[in-house]
């Protein structure tokens, strides 16, 4: 079961920042991958990224240079910072987890999926 969590509005320009709390299983619990999917207004969903158990990182390409993903291990929670975000960037975004390697935006191909949260980008 996971929970996303952060703030709804952001300003162009600013860097977005999310949590996922993950209940009912260790971050680090192996083989487990957990990612970063969006879907922007009237799109399809996008992946963004995601971390490995171990702590390993995978971006996707085309937002590499703005994204880190994070795990604290401490409060079972992993984050997603996306720096200087644009009205592209708004959408709903959903973290999930998998038991192998993923970077496939698919519910389907994912053990377990956030309720998702909101995001929009405006001054």
């Known amino acids: 079961q996971l929970q996303e969590s952060g703030p709804g509005l952001v300003k162009p320009s600013e860097t977005l920042s999310l949590t996922c709390t993950v209940f009912?299983?260790?971050?680090?619990?192996?083989?487990?991958?957990w990612g970063w999917i969006r879907q922007p207004p009237g799109k399809g969903l996008e992946w963004i990224g995601n971390?490995?158990?171990?702590?390993?990182?995978y971006y996707s390409p085309s937002l590499q240079s703005r994204t880190s993903i994070s795990m604290d291990t401490s409060k079972n929670q992993f984050t997603l910072q996306l720096s200087s975000v644009t009205p592209e960037d708004a959408g709903v975004y959903y973290c999930?987890?998998?038991?192998?390697?993923?970077?496939?935006?698919?519910?389907?191909?994912?053990?377990?999926w956030g309720p998702g949260t909101q995001v929009t980008v405006s001054s």
């Open positions: 999930a987890g998998s038991d192998g390697p993923q970077m496939s935006p698919t519910r389907d191909d994912y053990d377990d």
């Open positions: 009912n299983e260790a971050l680090t619990t192996a083989p487990k991958y």
């Open positions: 971390i490995r158990y171990s702590g390993s990182t």
